[in-house]
Every structure is written in C-alpha cells, then in structure tokens.
T-cell receptor
C-alpha cells in the first residue's frame, strides 16, 4: 500500500493561503492522490483529487510534483471554517473488486483570526 | 450530488443490546460501500468493504460476527453492532463509491457519521 506522510499540525492566518504538504514517495503510476478534510465530529468531506496534473476546483488547488512523490493542497484564502483535519490519501490495495483508502494521521489545520 | 446519509446520528444503548446503523447513498447508486470507525483524536480505521448482493469483506482484527454488514440494495448498507459493550463506543462512518461517474477514479463520499455510546 502506498503510504502518506503529513505534518501533524499547522496554523494559518485567516485570509492567507494555507499550503498543506503530503509525501507519498511509494505511489504507483496509476494511483490517484485524494484530499479530504474532517471537521470535528463530522464525516470526511471530499476536497479534490489528481493523478499527475495540477487540479483546481471551487474549494482548493492541488499541486503534484513531476515525480509524483509529493503534493500540496492549497486553500487560497483560508477562513475560520477551514479549521479541520486534512487527510491526504493514496488509493490503497485492491480487494473485493475495489480499491480501499488507507487513512494516515492527517494534518490538523488551525486557522487563526 | 454524491450525498451519503447515515441514521441515526447518535445512539445510546445498554450493554448487551444490538444497534443497527443505516448508510444510504441519496443521489447515486453505490455497489460498494465502506464502514470505518474512529476513536477520539485518532484517524479513521477501515472495518469492512460492503458489496451489494454479496458478503462483506472484513479487515484483519474485525469480528464479522460482532459487526454484521448487509448491503441489500444499491443505495443501502447497514451495520449492526451485536451484543454491544462499552469498548464498542465509537464514531462509525460509512462511505460509498459512485460507480456512475464517468471518470475512472475511486472517489469515496462519506456519511456524517454515527456516534455510538454503550453504557
């Protein structure tokens, strides 16, 4: 299974960009990188995913390095509501006809007023 | 789109009773659903993979007789915690994969979670 490594916590000033890094050095060529966030006592919320090209949607941007061994999630203008635990996931092993997610410990982002 | 619901959101039960948790995909069909549990200040841990019309696949260390999973339709999977004990108290979260989307990825959409407290 591809593993991911994220810093345990980060702070970001409100209104500034939040850049959350993730290392996935054992990623395989066809494995996507997914980002989710979990606000306290809620289920994870899908943010974005990518394979090798940079991706952007209404929530965030995803920058994947050329060798695909790391990526960065960018929240362009962080708000207090972005305070959450952010998980970087690389698709895990294939069993029962589907791939599984293996959750790491994530990064606890705190947006400061 | 891609909304997953869970019911109930919170349940308190006595030790020895059974509790059923429902997971529904509201606007898509999900041939595969997943069940996770999460203890306070910890990450999500996959318990089992549920495929519609077949038996669930449990992760190592998860007791299949204690955590019964049924995926009888393309929009509903249930998790029953049998003979619950206080150590089963946890946050249970389901997710579903939307096979209807054209892109070939494995994006999962998560429910809001069910907090189980066993007294």
């Amino acid at each position: 299974d591809a593993k991911t490594t994220q810093p345990p916590s980060m702070d970001c000033a409100e209104g500034r960009a939040a850049n959350l890094p993730c290392n996935h050095s054992t990623i395989s060529g066809n494995e996507y990188v997914y980002w989710y966030r979990q606000i306290h006592s809620q289920g994870p919320q899908y943010i974005i995913h990518g394979l090798k090209n940079n991706e952007t949607n209404e929530m965030a941007s995803l920058i994947i390095t050329e060798d695909r061994k790391s990526s960065t999630l960018i929240l362009p203008h962080a708000t207090l509501r972005d305070t959450a635990v952010y998980y970087c996931i690389v698709r895990g092993r294939f069993t029962s006809g589907t791939y599984k997610y293996i959750f790491g410990t994530g990064t606890r982002l705190k947006v400061l007023a | 789109g891609a909304v997953v619901s869970q019911h109930p959101s919170r349940v308190i039960c006595k030790s020895g009773t059974s509790v059923k948790i429902e997971c529904r995909s509201l606007d898509f069909q999900a041939t595969t659903m997943f069940w996770y549990r999460q203890f306070p200040k910890q990450s999500l841990m996959l318990m089992a993979t549920s495929n519609e019309g077949s038996k669930a696949t449990y992760e190592q260390g998860v007791e299949k007789d204690k955590f019964l999973i049924n995926h009888a339709s393309l929009t509903l999977s249930t998790l029953t915690v049998t003979s619950a004990h206080p150590e089963d108290s946890s946050f249970y979260i389901c997710s579903a994969r939307d096979y209807g989307r054209t892109e070939v990825t494995d994006t999962q959409y998560f429910g809001p979670g069910t907090r189980l407290t066993v007294l």
